[in-house]
């Protein structure tokens, strides 16, 4: 199966580099999850395309507006686990497309996407996460 395009809202299954993991000098993230892709944007004609992500998590927050919970129906949706999830606001991941961390979903071999979010909850996502960074409280983590 080839790779998709990436665009805003995708989810997609990474392995996301948390800040923690990087303070204490890991290159290589300790866990694959679904993650959404907030900005596709392209850097030229042979750069590719940079794409920042906001992780997925069974992990509620310890500071509620750190996190946005995803619906049960919409977790359905897209084939997560009947578990809670939430998307976290305050850590993202920047990397070339497809870079080294895509991978495919388990189970599923060659597909690398959930599908799209709801054009709702990516607007909520993508607000807060722009007034996350006007605060100067966001942390973007280069993975390129």
Excluded at 114 to 134: H, N, V
Aim: proline share 9%; glycine share 6%; net charge positive.
């Amino acid at each position: 199966m080839s790779l998709p395009v990436p665009s805003p809202g995708l989810v997609i299954r990474y392995a996301f580099l948390w800040s923690h993991e990087r303070r204490a000098g890991a290159d290589e993230a300790t866990k694959d999850r679904p993650c959404a892709i907030v900005v596709a944007t392209p850097r030229d004609l042979n750069m590719g395309i940079r794409v920042i992500v906001s992780p997925i998590t069974h992990r509620p927050p310890d500071v509620p507006a750190d996190s946005i919970e995803i619906a049960v129906a919409i977790s359905r949706n897209l084939g997560l686990d009947g578990d809670r999830h939430w998307l976290r606001l305050d850590e993202l991941n920047r990397f070339i497309w497809p870079g080294y961390d895509l991978r495919a979903i388990p189970g599923r071999p060659g597909i690398y996407t959930y599908g799209m979010m709801p054009r709702d909850l990516f607007e909520r996502l993508r607000q807060s996460i722009l007034a996350r960074e006007k605060e100067k409280r966001l942390r973007i983590q280069a993975r390129d």
